[in-house]
């Protein structure tokens, strides 16, 4: 087939374990495997996200335009509320709750996703 597949979303970041961790956590999967200088995630549906190890990493200045963010996730909740007392439990920073149906946060290094109750 000629048609490529996603394979898996990949995250620049200093530390893939500790960032892998959060996301595993926030999303309920499974721990993250290591490999050297590289974290996996892999979702039940067979979804995964990797990070990457890079050593001069710097976050992105979201939402200056100094270092762009990107790229973003969209994580999908029925209750923003509840999603995001977990969220912010887990280590993520909230930036953005202006809008009525999504809040906008960054992750541990940085980066910013969102929770979409939209």
């Not at 620049?12 to 490999?35: H, K, Q």
């Not at 710097?58 to 007392?85: I, K, N």
């Not at 953005?96 to 939209?118: E, M, N």
Request: hydrophobic share 40%; with cysteine.
């Amino acid at each position: 087939m000629t048609v490529p597949t996603l394979g898996a979303i990949v995250l620049d970041c200093p530390d893939p374990m500790a960032l892998g961790a959060f996301y595993a956590r926030l999303l309920d999967w499974d721990a993250p495997t290591p490999e050297d200088g590289w974290a996996s995630i892999t979702g039940p549906d067979g979804r995964r996200v990797d990070f990457q190890e890079v050593a001069d990493y710097a976050a992105p200045t979201w939402p200056s335009g100094e270092r762009p963010q990107q790229l973003h996730l969209d994580l999908s909740v029925a209750d923003l509320d509840g999603a995001h007392e977990r969220t912010v439990g887990l280590g993520a920073r909230l930036v953005d709750d202006s809008h009525k149906t999504f809040r906008v946060y960054l992750d541990p290094v940085g980066h910013p996703f969102c929770l979409c109750a939209c």
